[in-house]
């Protein structure tokens, strides 16, 4: 490229003479850069020079990728506009950098500790435009650089935090919109505390915190851990603390940026190629991301109905107002604690956290797990704590004052360990693993109703009873001490007495498996059992098989489905919300789990209901677990009940994530008509279920499908749930929505696709191959009493 020669006067001084430059990547103290000139980096990614956002006709000074649209990530001058294209950059007299408008006024301008005596402005590779002192030698020892002043947008290898020893701060700060950069009031930064971590403010209100750095990453966004992208990093000492990311991939391009509009940090990436660039991910993620939005001891799971929970061992502080979904104030002990009594206090674990908010912490690098207990123990006024790097397995945060701002991840959060009540000591989590207990003799499994926990066994203990009774526990790979075990046992007069002798008075109903009782332990918590019985159709490596995926699921038992005659106790609105229930449990199993699970006998008996009618799935006996990659398999042995099985598993013995969605639709049909698929009769034709839902659809009569219990409905919503059944029930599998498609159709109002015929619409479904065998279990229930717990 060429070089220009100008020549500009400063008003009461001297004459001055510049060259102005463009299409290189660099300038000295005897060079500007005028509107309408460019720096760029060597390798040609990134572009410095002046520019109009948007339909705004100001000017300003900005880096931005130099490919074909732009993408501006640095503004120099964002709260300070040139109006027109007369500006000016240059270094002065002093090596300092400074931006001048057409009267010469300065602008904006950098600030440096020391003076250059021949002072190098260059732009690089990175996109960090730095000021350097050629000779000093050493290129890094920047005397002032735009990475230390961040715009809206995070690059790679820019610190996003504090430099302690010069009280800078690393911020992002975003636009106030597209045509505007000057500062909003959408801020993200990081406050270092003892345990430093990342909020995202709105105004001065906290808005979102990211969690702190546990080692593998932020606690509050387990998504954002090992991916193939980019790779975190935290330094954290006296003179810095800051975090970084770096790219994997070098040959993409990625970038985080501040989002006025959305209220969000988003990520894209792009090919350098590439015409455009690509959503990659973003925070916060979803409702339970809002921070503090249950309150004090409240955590946040955004697979429940309400989202907020009171941690176990704690209530709400106003039930009144928990009540009316006001969580403000959060939770409170059941049983206060007593400084006094300081000896008889201990630990909770609850797993799979974002842990609480951090500013009032201690932490300790060196200390391991136990020590940071006694540390903890030992000071009244200490909440919690918790491992720093729980890669490694040490270091020492501990928390003091109330717990605010926890969400409850499926998988992959942080276990924290939470003061306690005695009287609370042998509770397990409850929202850990509700799969309590196997019995010996008649192996029995005690599964909780409602939210009740279980008292867990010693490992020592645990050991001792198996041993005793000698039978087989599977755990989900317990790695840890006692407070891992997931299966605490109970002796079998324990379970006698609980259930007065499997009284039939308190059974509940019966499965493949054999009958299910409810009891109630000593201490007033509800349980169900399931007792395997020596006539089963199924055998004990279907029970294990049960017990194993429960364990390692997040699953709660509560009590049976309402059958017939109870069908007038279920209004519209409870079985919509019971559809919604079922198809988020179901999208968990398929896509949300840590585990790929297709669950082969989803079925009305199999749908559990607590008493606010919140649904769960149950039974795990015949399902089976995928891989990450894995969507479908085949068998030689069809398990399953007729009725909700799908044709090509039924016929083929092929079963995938669609052999469930068949099911579903079947359950959402069956629950909206109150009538059951196999066994449906109808005077005008001999259709099963699914074959008159069909007729209705296509004679234009679907409403004439509802239950005649179900009181006032939304039509508008009875014709969705129906047009969604019926595209679950297609025969063909690859017609089928998968089941994030599914909630999403129940969900919002837009355009449906047509359905097509369903499969087995007939009485009877098409004879299965002779070579198969096929073991099929019961869907029917014995109802005993209905009771709201």
């Known amino acids: 490229m060429g070089v220009l020669s100008s020549m500009f006067v400063i008003p009461n001084l001297l004459f001055f003479f510049f060259e102005t430059t463009y299409g290189i990547d660099s300038i000295t103290s005897t060079q500007s850069l005028a509107d309408g000139n460019t720096l760029v980096s060597k390798d040609g990614n990134f572009e410095l020079g002046f520019f109009s956002p948007g339909s705004s006709k100001n000017r300003y000074l900005g880096i931005w990728y130099n490919i074909h649209d732009k993408t501006v990530v640095w503004v120099a001058n964002r709260d300070s506009p040139i109006d027109n294209s007369s500006g000016i950059l240059m270094i002065n007299s002093t090596g300092t950098l400074v931006l001048l408008s057409q009267n010469k006024s300065v602008v904006w301008s950098t600030s440096s500790l020391k003076q250059a005596q021949t002072p190098l402005l260059q732009l690089l590779d990175t996109g960090n435009l730095v000021l350097t002192d050629e000779k000093n030698g050493n290129s890094e020892d920047y005397l002032w650089q735009s990475f230390d002043y961040p715009a809206d947008t995070m690059l790679p290898g820019m610190k996003f935090g504090w430099d302690l020893k010069r009280g800078l701060n690393r911020r992002l700060i975003a636009w106030k919109n597209w045509d505007d950069p000057s500062s909003g009031d959408f801020i993200f930064e990081v406050k270092h505390h003892n345990y430093p971590e990342a909020y995202l403010f709105q105004g001065t209100i906290k808005y979102y915190r990211v ?111 928990w009540d009316s979904m006001d969580w403000s104030q959060g939770c409170v002990r059941n049983k206060p604690l007593n400084c006094q009594e300081i000896i008889t206090h201990g630990f909770v674990k609850f797993p799979n956290l974002k842990v609480p908010d951090t500013t009032y912490t201690w932490v300790n690098t060196s200390m391991n797990l136990k020590e940071c207990r006694e540390k903890c123990l030992s000071n009244c006024s200490c909440t919690a704590y918790t491992n720093l790097d729980i890669k490694e397995g040490i270091g020492c945060a501990i928390w003091f004052g109330d717990l605010l701002d926890i969400k409850q991840f499926p998988v992959d959060g942080q276990d924290l360990y939470i003061r306690m009540h005695p009287s609370e000591l042998g509770m397990e989590n409850g929202h850990k693993k509700n799969i309590a207990a196997i019995v010996a003799c008649s192996i029995v499994v005690v599964s909780g109703m409602l939210l009740g926990s279980y008292y867990v066994c010693s490992k020592e203990n645990l050991r001792g009873i198996m041993e005793r009774m000698r039978i087989i526990v599977h755990t989900s790979n317990s790695k840890g001490p006692e407070e891992d075990m997931e299966l605490p046992l109970f002796d079998l007069s324990t379970i006698a007495r609980a259930t007065d002798d499997f009284s039939l008075n308190n059974k509940l109903g019966e499965g493949g498996f054999g009958p299910v009782y409810k009891g109630t332990l000593l201490e007033g918590k509800d349980i169900a059992v399931k007792r395997l019985s020596k006539s089963s159709g199924q055998g004990l490596n279907e029970f294990k098989n049960e017990v194993n995926l429960i364990a390692k699921l997040q699953h709660r038992n509560l009590v049976k489905l309402l059958d017939q005659t109870k069908s007038n106790l279920l209004d519209w609105r409870k079985r919509i919300d019971i559809i919604g229930g079922i198809a988020r449990g179901l999208l968990y199993l398929h896509q949300d789990s840590r585990l790929r699970i297709i669950h082969r006998d989803l079925k009305a008996s199999n749908i559990l209901l607590d008493n606010n009618m919140n649904p769960k ?70 259709l099963n279920l699914l074959g008159h839902a069909w007729r209705l659809w296509i004679e234009d009569r679907p409403i004439e499908l509802i239950d005649d219990s179900v009181g006032d409905f939304n039509i508008f919503e009875v014709l969705r749930c129906i047009h969604v059944g019926l595209l679950c029930v297609q025969n063909r599998q690859e017609d089928r929505p998968n089941m994030s498609y599914v909630v999403l159709m129940l969900s919002s109002e837009s355009l449906l696709p047509k359905p097509r015929q369903p499969g087995f619409y007939t009485d009877s479904p098409r004879e299965a191959d002779s070579s198969l065998s096929t073991t099929c279990s019961e869907n029917k229930i014995t109802f005993t009493s209905f009771e709201a717990r």
């Open 211 to 321: 969690g702190p750095w546990n080692g593998i990453g932020f606690s509050g966004s387990p998504g954002l851990w090992p991916n193939p992208v980019y790779a975190f990093t935290l330094v954290y000492n006296q003179d810095e603390v800051y975090f970084m990311f770096t790219l994997k991939d070098k040959s993409l391009l990625t970038r985080a940026v501040l989002n006025q509009t959305t209220s969000m940090v988003q990520r894209f990436t792009r090919k350098e190629t590439a015409q455009s660039w690509k959503f990659y991910d973003a925070l916060p993620i979803d409702r339970c991301d809002s921070y503090g939005v249950c309150g004090a001891y409240g955590r946040c799971i955004i697979t429940e109905s309400p989202v907020c929970q009171c941690l176990n061992g704690f209530k709400p502080k106003s039930q009144q107002k």
């Open 617 to 686: 799935i149950s039974d795990f006996g015949l399902a089976k677990l995928f891989g990450g990659d894995q969507c479908e398999a085949n068998t030689n042995r069809i398990v399953g009940t007729y009725g909700y099985m799908s044709p090509e598993y039924a016929v083929h013995g092929q079963y995938s994530i669609k052999s469930d969605v068949f099911s579903f639709g079947v359950l959402i049909l069956e629950i909206i008509s109150g009538k059951k698929n196999r066994g449906f009769r109808h005077p005008e034709h001999h």
